[in-house]
């Protein structure tokens, strides 16, 4: 289906908001002017705070009339609350024609089709190959006994309990009732003896990397790609059970007039040319399939991996984020 641009002298325009700092910057300067050069439709760049303080923000700007953005790039989690709270506007199939190049997975069929992925990206075992030889190819390594050894994201958005419930449960699926959030909280206690770091913000485990406080743990692939090429003795690894994927989506404010721009924007994400710019600069997976894609062997691995991902718990988080939060800290200071 072509792109069709506006009759002459009407200008059309969108507003658009991202995370903020390199990622904004990165989709301002390369995403954006290609969907631009292809519809006519100019793009405004907005940096969008994260934090549970941004969708109570924005339902509030939403309700009155006023939504800052037209679209923004929305975390899982927040697709699920957003909804719950009647935020978001529903999109035409017909009008998505290019929904379909998205791999599989990201077109199962939902109750209102209000979310386009985005982009994903990965929590991966992050090592120093100095001091982890050989290499782990397995999440069981943090079993093993390394005794203050690991850095280990904390609380109930830690990607451990995915990784727990994939490799000793069968799956996430456990993690959808409160006696087997226990039974994987339980799990992961065992492995405490090997945490030297429960960290929270990334900045955090980012400099126990650098200064060699930890051997390794779980971290983002993204971040830890850009530290080996700023010279850090680092190594990221997609083990045999898979990484932990999260993505994000883009999602529209119901009070937002510009339906049918929103709409030309998510169909010109859909293709392989906008998903092969999110990897090659701003750095996160594609949500295409390789094949569709000219990624050389580096650009891919630069982003994503071939070995089958762990879904994130999203479903899990949005009904028992408190109760997770709660044993998880438990655990954690008992």
């Not at 999440?139 to 006994?145: E, G, N, S, V």
């Not at 490799?167 to 996430?172: D, E, R, S, V």
């Not at 924007?265 to 293709?271: P, Q």
Request: net charge negative; aromatic share 10%; with cysteine.
């Amino acid at each position: 289906m072509p792109f069709i641009r506006s009759a002459k002298g009407t200008a059309r325009s969108l507003k658009i908001s991202t995370f903020g700092g390199y990622f904004e910057r990165s989709f301002a300067e390369h995403v954006y002017p290609a969907f631009t050069r292809a519809t006519g439709i100019a793009v405004q760049s907005i940096e969008q705070p994260e934090g549970a303080q941004f969708l109570f923000q924005l339902v509030e700007a939403n309700k009155a009339g006023s939504p800052p953005m037209d679209l923004c790039c929305t975390l899982n989690i927040d697709v699920l609350r957003g909804r719950a709270q009647g935020l978001w506007r529903g999109f035409d199939h017909a009008k998505l024609p290019n929904f379909t190049q998205l791999s599989g997975k990201f077109q199962d069929s939902q109750s209102a089709f209000d979310s386009v992925a985005a982009m994903s990206w990965y929590m991966t075992f992050v090592i120093n190959p100095d001091e982890m030889k050989p290499a782990p190819d397995s999440w069981t390594a943090l079993w093993d006994t390394h005794p203050n050894a690991w850095g280990v994201m904390s609380g109930s958005v830690s990607p451990i309990l995915e990784i727990t419930a994939q490799t000793y449960f069968g799956g996430t699926e456990i993690l959808m009732s409160q006696h087997g959030i226990d039974k994987v909280i339980a799990k992961i206690a065992e492995l405490k003896g090997n945490v030297k770091l429960w960290w929270q913000d990334e900045g955090t485990m980012q400099t126990a990397l650098v200064n060699d406080e930890v051997a390794g743990g779980i971290y983002m692939h993204d971040t830890a790609m850009v530290m080996v090429k700023n010279g850090t003795s680092v190594r990221s690894i997609f083990p045999k059970e898979g990484a932990v994927e999260s993505t994000n989506f883009w999602c529209q404010p119901n009070a937002s007039a510009k339906t049918d721009e929103a709409q030309e924007f998510l169909n010109f994400s859909c293709t392989p040319e906008a998903q092969q710019l999110v990897a090659r600069f701003v750095g996160s997976a594609p949500v295409i399939d390789r094949a569709k894609l000219n990624l050389t062997d580096a650009e891919f691995a630069s982003v994503s991996s071939s070995i089958p991902s762990i879904p994130a718990a999203t479903q899990a988080r949005f009904q028992f984020t408190d109760y997770m939060e709660r044993q998880f800290t438990k655990m954690v200071t008992s």
